[in-house]
């Protein structure tokens, strides 16, 4: 999205937007919820849904936006967050008004969309508007990047949430080599994290890739879990080491990219009890005081677990091995 210059007065710093759950309603009139994970893709897929011929689909806005858009004394008044749903192949436009929570700094709603109003692929985004010198309806921010709602596919597409890249790491740069024994690599800097598979490693692609409940499918499965804690702990800890800070109050700021996501979504298990802004400041003072930040490593590595899926890995690991003791017994 390009800046805009505004003739007035605008809030600055990030304003953050994320799908936080989506469902599709069929003909019968139940609901279906989604799966809807976190991706640096900044896309969800309606077509992931099992409803056959749903009819309307309901996407939950969520929008952190800097604690100066309410605070009092700043430029502008009487603030509200707007979603905006479009679509240029229909010339479709929704909006819905989202509801402030907690401090003000987080604003969740509902945005209902007919299937019949959208073609394929639509852009959400979100406007935070105010009054500025005794003018209504000025908008004072807007987020770096839209999403992505797709009614077709089955998956984000977009483009891969990482980068990955089999690479033999006895025959890569130093760097690479120093790791020789170990079966991944994981890049969390830069624009894209990158998740680099060590093809020495005897095959360990053949597993990753295999699937059902052969040998083989089993110890993948186990293997990908592990793999997505690994990466999941990784990118908040590289996002944490590269935060944006307010130029007034030198208070932390969400980065607009992947990094903003990850530690959103971490931070609602790290800091269940905080608003999302607030949980940022008390983690980065952890990291940066003088204590603290020892007794975090476990709530880190807890919800780097929950979001790979590792707890329900091992019990599928655990009940296809009974299965297989079961079936050799007999």
């Known amino acids: 999205m390009a800046r805009v210059i505004r003739p007035y007065p605008t809030l600055k710093g990030t304003v953050a937007l994320r799908v936080q759950a989506a469902s599709v309603k069929g003909p019968d009139g139940d609901w ?12 969800t897929a309606l077509g992931s849904a099992d409803t056959e011929g749903w009819t309307t689909a ?3 806005v969520s929008v952190t936006v800097p604690a100066k858009a309410t605070a009092v004394g700043e430029a502008w008044s009487d603030v509200q967050v707007l979603a905006l749903f479009t679509e240029g192949a229909t010339n479709l436009r929704v909006t819905a008004l989202l509801n402030a929570e907690g401090d003000g700094t987080e604003w969740v709603g509902d945005l209902d969309v007919l299937r019949a109003d959208v073609f394929s692929r639509a852009t959400l985004t979100v406007q935070v508007i105010g009054t500025v010198g005794g003018i209504p309806g000025r908008i004072i921010a807007e987020p770096t990047d839209d999403w992505i709602i797709d ?56 597993l990753l890739d295999a699937q059902g409940n052969s040998p083989a499918g089993i110890v993948g499965g186990l293997l990908l879990a592990q793999l997505g804690e690994a990466m999941w702990t990784a990118t908040f800890h590289a996002a944490l080491g ?25 931070l609602q298990t790290i800091m269940p009890d905080l608003a999302p802004g607030a949980a940022l400041q008390e983690v980065h003072r952890r990291r940066t005081g003088d204590h ?35 079936e050799e017994s007999e």
């Open 151 to 206: 009614v077709h596919a089955g998956h984000p597409e977009r483009s891969r949430t990482f980068a990955v890249r089999e690479t033999a790491f006895s025959r890569s740069p130093l760097w690479l080599r120093n790791m020789a024994e170990l079966p991944w690599s994981i890049n969390a800097a830069g624009t894209r994290p990158e998740v680099r598979i060590n093809t020495d490693t005897e095959r360990l692609t053949e």
């Open 58 to 60: 309901r996407v939950r």
């Open 242 to 266: 590269d935060l944006e800070f307010d130029e007034d109050d030198g208070s932390p700021l969400f980065p607009a990219d992947w990094r903003g996501e990850a530690l959103r979504d971490m």
């Open 292 to 326: 603290g930040w020892a007794e975090l490593q476990s709530r880190i590595q807890a919800a780097a677990q929950e979001r790979a899926g590792l707890a329900r890995a091992i019990g599928e690991t655990v009940r296809a091995l009974e299965k297989i003791e079961r």
């Open 32 to 43: 279906e919820p989604l799966d809807v994970a976190v991706s640096a893709d900044r896309t």
